[in-house]
């Protein structure tokens, strides 16, 4: 299990900009380190409920994420095509990272399986990173979907800490 003050996973996965339907590039997480604290908002599925809630909270707050030089990422396994049009469908703001081959999720041991009863997703969890690839947050849902609105801004103080 990844703790904080341990060093982050490195992972490459697809990543979404919500520009196109095919807008689709490569992320590498160590790639994308140094320039300022790095939000990874693992989320279980795009289009549902929960999801969308807690990922528009994000893009309401990003301004604040902005001004610390935090570059938030959200992560699910869907697939990136779908991404792109959750993206443009929210208004979402930051890009999300596709990781349907759930590298990520077992490496940072967020796996939900029977997510419906029908597949494996990730579990809602949130992760800082800071920009020499520490963990210098940890946050793994447990039970039902928290206040959102109070978890982004925890998270946003916690970003405030490390920057």
Known sequence: MVEKGDPAPDFTVPIARGAAYNDVDEFTLSENLGAGPVVLAFFPAAFTSGCT????????SIGAFDALDATVY????????????????????????????????????????????????????VFVVDEEGI????????????????LVEEIREAVEATA
């Open 135 to 150: 963990i210098t947050y940890r946050w793994i849902r447990e039970g039902e979907n928290p206040d959102f609105d109070r």
């Open 53 to 60: 809630e807690e990922l528009c909270t994000f893009r309401d």
């Open 74 to 125: 959200g992560i699910s396994t869907d697939l990136p095509f779908a991404q792109n049009v959750f993206i443009r469908q929210e208004g979402l703001d930051f890009p999300l990272l596709s990781d349907f081959d759930h590298d990520a999720i077992e490496a940072y041991d967020v796996v939900l399986k029977d997510f419906y009863d029908v597949m494996t997703v990730a579990e809602r969890a």
